[in-house]
C-alpha cells in the first residue's frame, strides 16, 4: 500500500510502550498557544490562528472524553481576549 495516497498516517507502535500517546494524541499545547500569544506576527494574524487552533479542539471534542481539551479551549479563549482588548469567544 501506498501511504502517498492514504490521508492518515498509521503510527506503528506497541500499546502501552513509551511511543504510544497517553489519552487522545494533542498536536496543540499550552506552549503552542503561549507562542502564538507572544509571537512578533500581526495581531490578526495571531487571532486567526488562535481561532483555528480553537475550532480543531472544538471538532475533536466529541471523542475528548477525559476534558483534556476544555482546558486548552479555555486558554486559547484568553490569549484571543488578551490579542483583541478583552473582547472573548463565547
Same mark, same amino acid.
Given at each position: 500500500m501506498n501511504n502517498n495516497d492514504n @490521508?492518515?498516517? @498509521?503510527i506503528d507502535v506497541q500499546v502501552g510502550g513509551d511511543a504510544d500517546p497517553g489519552g487522545i494524541a494533542q498536536t496543540i499545547t499550552s506552549e503552542d498557544i503561549q507562542a502564538l500569544l507572544l509571537s512578533p506576527d500581526p495581531v490578526d494574524t495571531r487571532l486567526e490562528a488562535l481561532k483555528q487552533m480553537r475550532a480543531e479542539l472544538e471538532a475533536r471534542a466529541a471523542a475528548d472524553r477525559? *476534558? *483534556?481539551f476544555a482546558p486548552l479551549i479555555a486558554e486559547i479563549d484568553d490569549a484571543i481576549a488578551q490579542l483583541s482588548g478583552g473582547e472573548a469567544l463565547g
Open positions: @490521508p492518515i498516517d @498509521p477525559g *476534558e *483534556e
